[in-house]
T-cell receptor, first 116, second 109 residues
Framework: GAVVSQHPSWVICKSGTSVKIECRSLDFQATTMFWYRQFPKQSLMLMATSNEGSKATYEQGVEKDKFLINHASLTLSTLTVTSAHPEDSSFYIC????????????FGDGTRLSIL | QKEVEQNSGPLSVPEGAIASLNCTYS??????FFWYRQYSGKSPELIMF????GDKEDGRFTAQLNKASQYVSLLIRDSQPSDSATYLC?????????FGAGTTVTVRA
């Protein structure tokens, strides 16, 4: 089945640091990947849609200059949290699916980000 | 109105019983529907997807879709303690997935 790999799984860093998270589709190509954020005991909130070879589409309220997304190949999307602050601490999860967007999305294992 | 609504739970069922989870959605044009299971501290795992009205069965899981009522459900038969998790209903429209808040299920041994 479709496998999505996300790295790193856990990051702890100081306030002001920039953190890059990678999302890879291991056995399929993904023209579109999605980035979510999940706070404790809440559901997943879509942050942005990552499009291979073009700019990401951000959801309302998500700062595109703070959450930089790059989707340079059909198997890799990266999310960079720039100048992270404690309020950015959260569980970040990416997803990707084979074929068209209405096909099942498979999630990476997530990245737990803690900003001190 | 939220796009995807689930009964909030928590839902507690005895081992071996049927757990019934419900989900309604607001966009009548939605075409794809998914159920994910999420264990605490982990990312969501796809359980079922359904595109057409009716029932779809996979092992102990059955998804039911009624587009006229804008309703999708998940039945878990012969519930096991390992089924204890939060179940997320997701609906695809406008090129993205919208998630419900999730229903937490606890299966009592």
């Amino acid at each position: 089945g479709a496998v999505v790999s996300q790295h790193p799984s856990w990051v702890i860093c100081k306030s002001g640091t920039s953190v890059k998270i990678e999302c890879r589709s291991l056995d399929f190509q993904a023209t579109t990947m999605f980035w979510y954020r999940q706070f404790p005991k809440q559901s997943l909130m879509l942050m942005a849609t990552s499009n291979e070879g073009s700019k990401a589409t951000y959801e309302q309220g998500v700062e595109k200059d703070k959450f930089l997304i790059n989707h340079a190949s059909l198997t890799l999307s990266t999310l960079t949290v720039t100048s992270a602050h404690p309020e950015d601490s959260s569980f970040y999860i990416c997803s990707a699916g084979e074929g068209q967007g209405n096909q099942p999305q498979h999630f990476g294992d997530g990245t737990r980000l803690s900003i001190l | 109105q939220k796009e995807v609504e689930q009964n909030s739970g928590p839902l507690s069922v005895p081992e071996g019983a049927i757990a019934s989870l419900n989900c309604t959605y607001s966009d009548r044009g939605s075409q794809s529907f998914f159920w994910y299971r999420q264990y605490s501290g982990k990312s969501p795992e796809l359980i079922m997807f359904i595109y057409s009205n009716g029932d779809k069965e996979d092992g102990r899981f059955t998804a039911q879709l009624n587009k006229a009522s804008q309703y999708v459900s998940l039945l878990i038969r012969d519930s096991q303690p390992s089924d204890s998790a939060t179940y997320l209903c997701a609906v695809f429209n406008d090129y993205k997935l919208s998630f419900g808040a999730g229903t937490t299920v606890t299966v009592r041994a």
